[in-house]
Structure formats: C-alpha cells, structure tokens
C-alpha cells in the first residue's frame, strides 16, 4: 500500500515515486516501484540495444507503398 508520508532520499526514489502514480492511475492493479542501482554500464547497454533495434527497423522494415 502506499503511503504518501513516504521519505524520498534521492533522484531515483523520486522518480520512481512518479512512475508508481503514473501506474496507479493507469492499471487497476496495485504495482510498487522501486529505484535500483545498476550503474552507468547497465545505461550504457540499454542505449546500445536501443539504437540496434531502431537501425534494424530502419534498415529491414518493407518499404512503404505510395
């Protein structure tokens, strides 16, 4: 359950104080939302994985059609 009296100790609890209402207003289903360290080479292969997927799409997707 969530209690608004709840101490934000850093910009990753804040954040993920927003994500966690967004949720609630979204989905019926109660989700908790919790700030976690990965560090910056998490960041870094999660950008990396990004831009592959949207090369492959720019690159293999059909062309469109007039």
């Known amino acids: 359950m969530w209690c608004s009296a709840v101490?934000?100790?850093g910009p990753g609890d804040v954040l993920a104080g927003r994500v966690e209402q967004r949720?609630?207003?979204?989905?019926?289903?109660a989700t908790e939302v919790r700030a976690?360290?990965?560090g910056g080479g998490a960041v870094l292969r999660g950008a990396l994985l990004t831009a592959r997927d949207r090369a492959q799409d720019e690159l293999f997707a059909p062309p469109d059609r007039p």
């Open 36 to 38: 976690g360290v990965l």
């Open 7 to 9: 101490r934000w100790d």
């Open 23 to 29: 949720l609630r207003r979204m989905s019926p289903l």
